[in-house]
Nanobody, 122 residues
Framework: QVQLVESGGGLVQAGGSLRLSCAAS????????MGWYRQAPGKQRELVAV???????NYVDSVKGRFAISRDNAKNTVYLQMNSLKPEDTAVYYC????????????????WGRGTQVTVSS
């Protein structure tokens, strides 16, 4: 089994910054893409940013230039640096990882964290 644990959410004023972290643990053989999604009340979950194992990032248009995703493969950890936060960034942020486990290394599975709340006040 694999667990993803997020941290770093909280309440911040508009224009402020937060840094989210997500650490994967368990019987991990390898991790491919890692990413961050968010879900605001009454809305569908959306992709915010994703990063390949090689470190190539992609972002949804609404966060380009404000958010930066990075990862530490040695620590099985992905980060999301969020700057110039806006009230519309308020949501629960979920970590996602595409994992091959030691016992099932020929199959890639999606794992999700439980989410961390980010609230941006105006």
């Amino acid at each position: 089994q694999v667990q993803l644990v997020e941290s770093g959410g909280g309440l911040v004023q508009a224009g402020g910054s937060l840094r989210l972290s997500c650490a994967a643990s368990g019987s991990i053989f390898s991790i491919n893409d890692m990413g961050w999604y968010r879900q605001a009340p009454g809305k569908q979950r959306e992709l915010v940013a994703v990063i390949t194992r090689a470190g190539s990032p992609n972002y949804v248009d609404s966060v380009k230039g404000r958010f930066a995703i990075s990862r530490d493969n040695a620590k099985n950890t992905v980060y999301l640096q969020m700057n110039s936060l806006k009230p519309e960034d308020t949501a629960v942020y979920y970590c996602n990882a595409k994992v091959r486990e030691v016992a099932r290394m020929f199959t890639e599975y999606d794992y999700w964290g439980r989410g961390t709340q980010v609230t941006v006040s105006s």
